[in-house]
C-alpha cells in the first residue's frame, strides 16, 4: 500500500469561504476516484507555529493506482482550481505502508 501525504501553505488573504469550498472538494473525490483506498484532508489545529495550514492523506493500493488518482481529471481541476493558484508552499511524499 502507498501512502500520500501533501500539505500546503495558504497565500496570504485566502479566506474561510475559500478553505470550505477547498474541503467540500476534496470530500468529493472518493466517489469520483475509486483509485482512493482511504482520504483524509484538514486544516492545521494551530498548535504549533510551524505547521503548515492544510493537509490531505490518502492510501492507495499500488504506486500505478496512486498515479491513476493524481493524473485523474477530477484530482486535477481540484488542484488547478483551489490549490495552484491559492498556495504558497507545498510538500509532499509518498511512502509504502505494511
Known sequence: MIRHVVMFRWNEGVD???IAATTVAFAELPGQIP???SYAYGADLGVAP???DYSVTGE???VDT???YRDH???Q???QHYILPHVTERVAV???VS
Do not use: C, G, K
Open 16 to 18: 474561510a469561504a475559500h
Open 35 to 37: 483509485q482512493i483506498r
Open 50 to 52: 510551524t505547521n503548515l
Open 60 to 62: 492507495f493500493d499500488s
Open 66 to 68: 496512486f498515479i491513476e
Open 73 to 75: 481529471p477530477a484530482h
Open 77 to 79: 481541476a481540484l488542484v
Open 94 to 96: 509518498q511512502f509504502a
